[in-house]
């Protein structure tokens, strides 16, 4: 089993930018890609960004050039920065670690953009 524990959400508004982390409960960087989704009020999780356990990082397009996932390995954490934020991108942000057919889930973070 795989916690995930993620912070750094909260209310900014329209154009700033937050980082958010997220902490495995032990060291899987070296097998497992880490992700990012989100989930909106009324609508499905999507899938937001991805780093595998190479470094290869893909990105939605709703976010491409403003967000960025990245992972420390000494530090055990994996981040995404988000710029140039949009209402749009209000959600809540759920860490993702998946290996074949284990997946894992952090409890999700808030992210708020408004003015």
């Known amino acids: 089993q795989v916690q995930l524990v993620e912070s750094g959400g909260g209310l900014v508004q329209p154009g700033g930018s937050l980082r958010l982390s997220c902490a495995p409960s032990r060291s899987i960087f070296s097998i497992y890609t880490m992700g990012w989704y989100r989930q909106a009020p009324g609508m499905q999780r999507e899938w937001v960004a991805a780093i595998t356990s190479e470094g290869t990082t893909n990105y939605n397009n709703s976010v491409w050039g403003r967000f960025t996932i990245s992972k420390d390995n000494a530090k055990n954490t994996v981040y995404l920065q988000m710029n140039n934020l949009k209402p749009e991108d209000t959600a809540v942000y759920y860490c993702?670690?998946?290996?074949?057919?284990?997946?894992?889930w952090g409890q999700g973070t808030q992210v708020t953009v408004s003015s």
């Open positions: 993702n670690a998946r290996y074949r057919s284990d997946w894992y």
